[in-house]
Structure formats: structure tokens, C-alpha cells
């Protein structure tokens, strides 16, 4: 199954980034802006001080960035080269991890959502500007449920080691893809490799308390099975070279070179691989003697409420469970219709679709198959000034144990505009139409060209950065991968249509089917029925229980995919039907393109804008043609 693979910063929670060290500072700062924020708009008119409250909204919108910045030195260093260039104070941003799995941080992420969120609610959304307004129901989507997730009755409900995006996981794609740009990166990265062991030590303490309270939902196979992959290896680790190559290019001289590699392969060897030996040893031992949840999180108290928000939060709307069943179901008749009539009509697509085979797509190269979309895409898609790339491979280990094709590293807001694709050295399967999928999807016109064009037409650094709707950013590059199909023109179109129809009818039944583990509370026995009657019939029992676990470990990871992309077709179809023949592509993937990353609310706002401008400039050019 395909696997969402793109790094995202640990901190669970976007507005949990702050650091210990400043706790009181930065309490004391939130009630003060909270203070500050409630006189002046008490002091305010409707209508003659919209000036001012629309100033004190930038103000406020820019103080976040700045502060989630300063209290997150992975996310600083991940998306900024010069914070200070930001109004970042550099010598409060404290070299660590970030926000552990303790009960004080984890209290403290709480006070500092609520301070946002009271601080935040203190604006009239009516007294800002149609872009603010933007931002503020992206900030208001991501603040709300972020207070909702943080409900005491949730305390322990969210894992540390979910199977495909734990911290076990995320780890060595963190190092083995970190960038250092000066000496005192070297420093810092010794630093946060020091600070492994005992950031994954809250982790597993947290653990071990969701065990004792009965909220423990973790596949201790596949996590036992992947640590056991990275101490297989211990120093002679591709993720220690890679550092070390790193530290290398720098080129700071034989002894400086010699003495920070010697302190990276110390760190690594006191913190990092005890790290995952504690992870191994502390898993296989809930494993024999702890209480496990094997099924869903409709099986804890409040877990049918709590996967309601999750998927809410992972599909970029308010919609219910019940809406996204609907959606999903709807979607999977279309789909399987539409596959049924392609292969009747086409018994060579049929053939092919019943075999698993589907001829080769000619290229030889990831950057043949990038070049060629990039010289034909523009005609669907807004132009951007610069797309140029560079391609890399992805860490032999990462590359190994994961089985993904390529991934798209986000570049920072202010340096090298060059963009970057990491691909698998270890899949010599560049011709397929999977290989091609993916990379469309990685690259042009899917996330490289979507952060692209982010960043040179959004102005507002947290419109950049922390505007986080998984939902949209994912849908878009699933949508795009689709769209670049069109420029496939060595391989038969009713071919292509049939593996388009199929793979996303397989989605939609993976989605139902995670709706009913966490939500139904389905058994393993309950999930072989339904995927039955979903056309998935096999007598391989084990492949459906390692389906089974995947999704049970790892609820609402698929929904931002595919519920992401039908919300955008329907869009799309919506457009169409009511335009007609006045429906033009690229405008209609600008008005798409317009929000960033923004809940649906504000994306289907831009279309329907879209929608009424398209429609009113035709009314007016035929009236004045009259």
C-alpha cells in the first residue's frame, strides 16, 4: 500500500512549540498579548478603526510565526537559513528535540493553545480584509481543533509509535536528511543526536502510562521490526555517513573535520542506538506482558468523539464521519463504474488490468520523467519563475526498509531556490507508470510545483510555513499525479483510465474500511467481511491482517490523500457544470492554487470567486459585444 512519506516536524500539535526553558516568560508573554489584544479592540468601533484591528491581526499572525519559530529550533532550522532575518531572537531558540512526551510538556502545549486560542477569538473576522479573512479561517480551522484534541478527556488517546509516521520512523529521516550550512549547525546536530535517548525516553514513559490506563493501540511487530533494521547496522549506519558526509562537504579543515565527526559517532553511538535499543526492549515487552488494543479507537471511552476530530483535522473540514462515509461510498460506485464501462469497451485494457501488467512508459531516468512534464504541464498550470531541481538519493537504509519510490524535501523560506527530489536508489523501476505516478505526485505538477508556486506568490510567512491543512497539500499533489497522466503519451489511454479508476476505488474501500475499525469498531473478522463485499476477496490471511494492522496502528492516514483529492474533483465538477464551455483549466487551478494550504471552506470560497468572475466577465463582454 502506498504510504505517506514526507518528513513532518515531531511536535504533534502545531501550536505546542515551546520550550521548557522559557515557560514562564512565554506564559506571562500570552496573557499580556491576550490583555493588549482585548483593550485595543474594546476601544474599537466597527467600522473606523478597521485599520487598526486589521494592523494588529498582521501583528498577531506575525508574532506567531515569530514565537513558533523562536521555541522550535527543528522547525527554525528546517525552514529558515537567516531566522534572525525574521525578527527570530537566535539565542533563545534552545537546541533540542522539541516539546516531549512528559505530563509538564504536555500540560504546558495546552496552556499555550488556550492562550492562542483566547487570543485569537478576541478578532472580528468582519473588520479584516477578504486575504485576512483567508488567513484568519485557516488559523481559526487549525486553533479550534487543536483546543478540541487537547481535551483532558483525550489525555494519552494519540501515539507516540504509530507504525508509519512514529517517532522511530521520522528519526532517521530527520538525520539522514539534515542539512548543515556552518560550523554551528555541526554543533547543533551533535546536539540534537545527544538529545535522542532522552526525548524517546518520554515517549516510551508515555507508553508505558497509555498501557497502564488501557489506551495502548500499537503494532508491535512492525515497530520492533524496524528498530531491529537500524541496530542491525549500529555505527556502520548509512544514516551516521551521511552525517558525517555532511560535515565533510563543509570543508572546516582535517582537525576541525576530524574532532565534530568524532563527537557525531560518540552521540550517535551513546544516544541514538540506545535509543532504539529501549524502543525494541520496551515494545517487545508490552508485547508479552502489556494490554494492547488490537482493534480500533471506537473501543476507548470517548474514541468514536476523538476519531471524529482526528479525521476533521486530516481532511481539512468539519464534515462529519457520516458526510465522509457518504463521499466515500458515492466515490467508489462512480469509480467502479467508470473502470467497468473503460475495461468492456477495451478488452486489452482488461486483459492487462486482470494480469497486473501494464506496458512501460519509456523513460529511463527520475529526471527524464521530471523534464518531460515540466516542458508540458504549463498549459493546465500557472507559470512559475523558477522550477529548477536538483535530484538525490534517498538514504540507502531509509530507502531499504521503506520500499517508497521518491519524496519531496520542503526547501526553506529565504535560501537556495533550488528544489529537491529524493529518490530510491534501490528501485530500478523507473519505467513504470507507479514510478511515474509517484514522482508526478513528488514533483511537477504535484508538491515541488505546488511549494513553488507558495512561495512566490504568498506573502505571508505563516501562510508559507505553518498553515497546515495535510488535506489540501496532499489532495492537490494526488490530484496532479492524475493530471499528469495526460502527458503520458507512450501508454494507452483507456490503460491509464482503468489503473486511475482502479487504484482510487481501492482508496476509497481502504478509507471505509478505517472508518469502520476506528469508528464501527470493527474485528478483524468484521474487516475481512466488508472488504468482501467490497470486491477484495484473497485467501491470504495473513496479507489482510498485515492490512488490518496497518490501519488500526494508523488511523486517518489515508483520508488526507484521497478524501483531499475527491473534494477537489468535486470542486472541479462543480466548476465545470456550471460554467460550461466558459470552464478554463488553468484558471481554474490558479483559484485552486490561490489559498495555500487551507482548510476546504477556503478553497472551495476561492472557486466559487473563481466561478463568479469567469461568469460575470462573459455576461459583460457579450453586453457590451450586443
Not at 241 to 268: C, P, R, V, W, Y
Request: charged letters at 25%.
Amino acid at each position: 500500500m502506498f504510504q505517506a512519506y514526507r518528513f513532518i516536524p515531531m511536535l504533534r500539535i502545531l501550536f505546542e512549540r515551546q520550550t521548557k526553558k522559557e515557560e514562564q516568560p512565554m506564559k506571562k508573554a500570552k496573557k499580556a498579548l491576550l490583555l493588549l489584544l482585548t483593550a485595543a479592540l474594546i476601544l474599537s468601533s466597527t467600522g473606523c478603526h478597521n485599520e487598526n484591528t486589521q494592523q494588529d491581526f498582521d501583528t498577531f499572525i506575525e508574532d506567531e510565526f515569530v514565537s513558533t519559530m523562536q521555541s522550535d529550533y527543528i522547525t527554525a532550522h528546517s525552514y529558515l537559513q537567516k531566522p534572525e532575518d525574521f525578527g527570530v531572537d537566535v539565542s533563545k531558540l534552545e537546541v533540542s528535540l522539541g516539546l516531549t512526551y512528559s505530563d509538564e510538556d504536555l500540560e504546558l502545549a495546552k496552556e499555550s493553545v488556550n492562550a492562542s486560542y483566547d487570543a485569537f477569538k478576541a478578532f472580528n473576522r468582519s473588520s479584516l480584509t477578504s486575504e485576512q479573512q483567508d488567513t484568519y479561517d485557516i488559523y481559526n480551522f487549525q486553533i479550534t481543533l487543536s483546543k478540541k484534541l487537547n481535551d483532558d478527556k483525550f489525555d494519552y488517546y494519540a501515539s507516540a509509535f504509530e507504525s508509519m509516521g512514529g517517532i522511530h520512523y521520522q528519526l532517521p529521516v530527520l538525520f539522514a536528511d539534515w542539512e548543515v550550512r556552518s560550523e554551528q549547525d555541526v554543533i547543533d546536530l551533535i546536539t540534537l543526536l545527544g538529545d535522542v535517548k532522552p526525548y524517546v525516553d518520554t515517549a516510551l514513559e508515555y507508553t508505558k502510562k497509555q498501557e497502564e490506563k488501557g489506551l495502548l493501540m500499537v503494532d508491535f511487530d512492525s515497530v520492533i521490526d524496524y528498530c531491529n533494521g537500524i541496530l542491525e547496522k549500529g555505527e556502520n549506519s548509512s544514516i551516521l555517513s551521511s552525517m558525517k558526509d555532511s560535515i565533510a562537504a563543509l570543508n572546516l579543515g582535517e582537525e576541525k573535520t576530524e574532532q565534530h565527526t568524532s563527537q557525531l559517532q560518540e552521540a550517535f553511538r551513546s544516544s541514538f542506538l540506545p535509543a532504539y535499543e529501549a524502543i525494541r526492549s520496551t515494545m517487545q515487552q508490552l508485547k508479552e506482558t502489556g494490554t494492547n488494543n488490537t482493534e480500533g479507537l471506537a473501543k476507548f471511552e470517548h474514541g468514536k468523539e476523538y476519531f471524529e476530530l482526528l479525521l476533521q483535522q486530516n481532511i481539512g473540514s468539519n464534515k462529519s464521519v457520516d458526510e465522509i462515509r457518504q463521499m466515500m461510498e458515492n466515490a467508489y460506485d462512480s469509480h467502479l463504474s467508470k473502470l467497468q464501462s473503460i475495461l468492456l469497451q477495451n478488452p486489452d485494457a482488461m486483459d492487462a488490468m486482470l494480469a497486473y501488467e501494464f506496458p512501460e512508459t519509456g523513460y529511463t531516468s527520475y529526471a527524464d520523467i521530471m523534464n518531460d512534464i515540466q516542458s508540458k504541464f504549463f498549459n493546465e498550470f500557472p507559470a512559475v519563475n523558477d522550477l529548477t531541481f536538483n535530484i538525490v538519493d534517498i538514504n540507502e537504509e531509509i530507502a531499504s526498509d521503506s520500499g517508497v519510490t521518491a519524496y519531496f524535501n520542503i526547501p526553506t523560506i529565504d535560501g537556495n531556490p533550488v528544489k529537491q527530489l529524493r529518490v530510491n536508489p534501490t528501485t530500478n523501476d523507473v519505467t513504470s507508470i507507479a514510478t511515474y505516478a509517484t514522482v508526478a505526485h513528488e514533483g511537477f505538477p504535484g508538491h515541488m510545483y505546488q511549494y513553488a508556486y507558495l512561495y512566490e506568490n504568498t506573502d505571508s510567512n505563516y501562510r508559507k510555513v505553518l498553515a497546515d491543512s495535510l488535506a489540501y497539500t496532499e489532495g492537490f499533489a494526488v490530484y496532479a499525479q492524475y493530471e499528469a497522466f495526460r502527458y503520458l503519451d507512450s501508454v494507452d489511454p483507456a490503460l491509464l483510465a482503468a489503473y486511475r479508476e482502479n487504484e482510487l476505488l481501492t482508496y476509497c474501500a481502504i478509507i471505509l474500511m478505517d472508518i469502520g475499525i476506528h469508528y464501527d469498531g470493527w474485528s478483524f473478522e468484521d474487516f475481512k467481511t466488508n472488504m468482501a463485499l467490497y470486491g477484495f476477496v484473497t485467501d491470504d490471511d495473513e496479507a489482510m491482517r498485515e492490512q488490518y494492522n496497518q490501519l488500526q496502528a494508523n488511523p486517518c492516514a489515508f483520508e488526507p490523500y484521497y478524501v483531499g483529492y475527491h473534494e477537489i474533483v468535486n470542486l472541479k465538477g462543480m466548476a465545470q457544470t456550471e460554467l460550461g464551455d466558459l470552464f478554463d483549466e488553468k484558471e481554474f487551478n490558479e483559484a485552486l492554487l490561490k489559498s495555500g494550504a487551507a482548510p476546504f471552506s477556503v478553497v472551495q470560497k476561492n472557486i466559487e470567486e473563481y466561478i463568479e468572475t469567469a461568469a460575470y466577465t462573459d455576461a459583460q463582454f457579450a453586453k457590451s459585444a450586443a
